[in-house]
């Protein structure tokens, strides 16, 4: 069992800290609603466990690896107890070298938290925030699963766009089937995905969204299936992440309105160099459905491919929706 430390508060001071060059630095600046924001920092060693409180309920939990991994990652929580009993709101974690100071900027806004790394002189505004759809039950222990409530629109068509008309990049159209696990199309099913742009990188909105959804980037939408279960997303081929080592993929969640969400495997391109065989093993699990596409290319240049979805397929703890009438709204 690792070691606990309970840490003073400490005081912001601009420069280097005073640390050991092994040591993982952090800077972090922490604002409740519109409330002034404190500036807390410290340096930790290697392979240990702290906690450094920020406000009279809020701490801060850091983890730091051994640094012998092959991606050693610090993980930070920021834990409240305001209601007496500790919550995690949000948890961040970080490849970076040692040597990188890490600096994020939090807001807390009720439940939700605005994390922005690396982190600007003051945090976000609340005021900002998009408003949260009521969430649905969450399957199959994703922890990923409330963004798509986050700005969700209040009608959802069947087609949708996700890469506004004339992005950069490879025009893409992404068709489907959502199916029951009798087999029949399910309509008013909600289908959210979101995905890099041509340069493999999740442009940040602006402005920033909560935790819940933030990461996910601009490129994202929702489509609603039609009386056959259909869905449609016009958008552009992504790129695989700028490091070389993931293929182009679209991440995908699957909304059963009034009983359950969960995400399902992200789509990949069949033809895509880097989909290596032990990544088609790694990452293809198999969550509602087959996840590889197959591209197409029409004479103007356009993308097409097809992935239908079966709901409830390998998703932990599935035990089936009931199906909306085609007319539910």
Known sequence: MRTV???????????ALAADSTDYKFNFVVKVGDGRPTTVSGAFPPASTHRLPATDHLVFEIE???????????????????????????????????????????????????????????????????????PDPV??????????????????????????????????????RV???????????????????????????????????????????????????????ETIRPGGYPSGREPQHIHMHVIEPGCATYFIDELLFSDDPRLTAELRERISRGFGGKAIVTPMRDAAGTWHVVRDIHLGENIPGYTGCPAPSATQS
């Open 5 to 15: 430390f309970v840490l003073p508060l400490l005081a912001f001071a601009s420069g």
């Open 179 to 233: 199916l029951g696990p009798d087999g029949k199309p399910r309509p008013q099913i909600i289908v959210y995905a979101y995905h890099t742009n041509a340069e493999g990188i999740y442009p940040p909105p602006d402005p920033p969204r909560s935790t819940a959804s933030n990461h996910h980037g601009q490129l994202r939408a929702w489509a609603k299936t039609d009386a056959k279960g259909r869905y449609v997303f």
């Open 139 to 176: 399957l199959g222990g994703c922890n990923d699963c409330l963004g798509p409530y986050e700005g969700m629109p209040k009608k959802i068509a069947s087609r949708s766009r996700i890469a506004p008309a004339g992005a950069p990049g490879e025009p893409l159209v992404l068709t489907g």
């Open 64 to 134: 730091t690896p051994t640094g012998k991994e092959e991606w050693p990652v610090t993980s930070v929580k920021l834990i409240d107890d305001t209601s007496g009993t500790p919550m995690v709101r949000t948890m961040q974690r970080d490849n970076r070298p040692a040597s990188q100071e890490r600096s994020t900027t939090y807001t807390v806004c009720g439940d939700r938290v605005i994390a922005l790394s690396p982190g600007p002189p003051t945090p976000a505004s609340c005021s900002g925030l998009l408003p949260m759809a009521k």
